[in-house]
């Protein structure tokens, strides 16, 4: 059985940083491209950040270029998504994505196999 759990989320003041992790279990992890989503209320999910499997391509949406950091551990079954200089605006659900093996398109949601359930993320202004 594929879990994907986030972690990390929680209140923040505007300028605040936070670490958000997906542990993954129950599939070969290594060979998941790993991808960070948000919805916030009223709003369609949107693509937020992505790393490949193999670790050497990583894809950022523009709303958040230049302020966050997607990277991985396999060892750990591990992806994270450093969030800095956070605003208002980031406030969202914020969800983690499987997609076996992906090299294109990783800002797709359709792309994804597998989801975790959310961790809230909320800025305070």
């Known amino acids: 059985q594929v879990q994907l759990v986030e972690s990390g989320g929680g209140l923040v003041q505007t300028g605040g940083s936070l670490m958000l992790a997906c542990a993954a279990s129950g599939l070969p992890f290594s060979s998941y491209t790993m991808g960070w989503f948000r919805q916030a209320p009223g709003k369609e999910r949107e693509f937020v950040a992505a790393?490949?499997?193999?670790?050497?391509?990583?894809e950022y949406a523009t709303s958040v270029k230049g302020r966050s950091t997607v990277s991985r551990d396999n060892a750990q079954n591990k992806a994270f998504l450093q969030l800095n200089s956070l605003e208002p605006e980031d406030t969202a659900v914020y969800y983690c994505a499987a997609n076996y093996r992906g090299t294109y398109y990783l800002s797709g949601s359709t792309s994804y196999d597998y989801w975790g359930h959310g961790t809230q993320v909320t800025v305070s202004s």
């Open positions: 790393i490949t499997w193999y670790g050497d391509i990583t």
